[in-house]
């Protein structure tokens, strides 16, 4: 069941974050297709209440998601391209979208207690006359009901978008099968037309007795996806892509591989490459202090045009 408006739900979940009352049981379990999470704190109420939207599979400690945190303290509601802290799901949001907009900590300029990395959608005032609670928007016009309502019918589009990307890989349908092939053979297209890669304009393949063997390049512990030297400085350069794994164990394994190129090879100064389906923001820290070890994101690109 679909509920048309929610600006009475977020003025109620307002209301209640200032309180000790700390059940769900009222609010709506769903919202245009996607399931509704609240909450006001496990045992004593929380600092930050949250209302989150998400889509099937995705839970609010695993995923990604639009969420309403009530920054009680800063008397200001944000509406947020919300990102798990718990644990970090394969997918995240498109850079597209987060591309200039303000992690929390950025919007507040301050360390915040919680949800610091997630990326501001909109941002509101909250306002207070006697029993009411009320939102303003930056140049102090109340907040209406219609632009509420606007605001969030505009970050789930965006959300249906992203799973619907996800849906269409989905290994369960025909399409999906075919998609998720060729992110399989993927390796096997970079190889394929290595020339026409940014790659190759400083990495080059290896070449042994005649025969490629970049590919899969045999090591003690494990093959590494691809194998180059650096055309300038003659250096080996280890590149992984990241399959079904977390940023963690993908560092993890670009580090160990490495680490084996440079005791075997003699190579100091060997670097690495992660080549990644979609921006992570937790591939982004994993790697900041890294700086011998770059990322890149793919895309795959389909299309169809008729023969004449």
Request: glycine letters at 6%; one cysteine or more.
């Amino acid at each position: 069941m679909k509920t048309q408006s929610l600006y009475n739900t977020i003025v109620d979940f307002i209301k209640q974050g200032y309180t000790t009352n700390l059940k769900t049981s009222s609010y709506p379990k769903e919202f245009d297709d996607f399931n509704t999470k609240v909450s006001f704190g496990m045992g004593s109420p929380a600092k930050i209440p949250w209302l989150a939207f998400t889509a099937n599979d995705i839970q609010v400690s695993n995923g990604f998601y639009p969420v309403f945190l009530n920054y009680k303290e800063d008397s200001t509601l944000i509406l947020s391209y919300g990102l798990s802290e718990t644990n970090e799901f394969d997918t995240t949001w498109p850079e597209s979208l987060i591309e200039g907009s303000e992690t929390i900590t950025e919007y507040f300029d301050k360390k915040v207690h919680r949800y610091g990395d997630s990326y501001v959608f909109r941002a509101y005032k909250i306002n207070r006359d006697g029993e009411n609670y009320f939102l303003t928007k930056d140049n102090g016009e109340t907040l209406t009901q219609e632009e509420l309502d606007n605001d969030l019918r505009i970050i789930l589009e965006q959300y249906k978008k992203c799973f619907d990307k996800i849906e269409a890989i989905h290994q369960s349908s025909d399409i999906g099968i075919g998609l998720f092939y060729m992110e399989k053979q993927l390796e096997n297209f970079i190889i394929q037309n290595w020339d026409n890669t940014p790659l190759s304009q400083d990495l080059e393949l290896i070449i042994e007795d005649g025969e490629l063997v970049s590919q899969q390049y045999p090591t003690a512990i494990g093959p590494i996806d691809i194998l180059t030297k650096d055309r300038n400085t003659d250096d080996y350069v280890v590149i992984e892509l990241k399959k079904n794994q977390t940023s963690d164990d993908t560092v993890g394994q670009v580090l160990r591989y490495m680490g084996w190129v440079q005791e075997h090879f003699n190579n100091p100064t060997v670097r690495g490459i992660i080549i990644s389906g979609a921006y992570n923001k937790r591939l982004s820290y994993a790697t900041r202090l890294t700086p011998q070890i770059e990322v890149y994101t793919y895309a795959i690109d389909f299309s169809l045009s008729k023969s004449t």
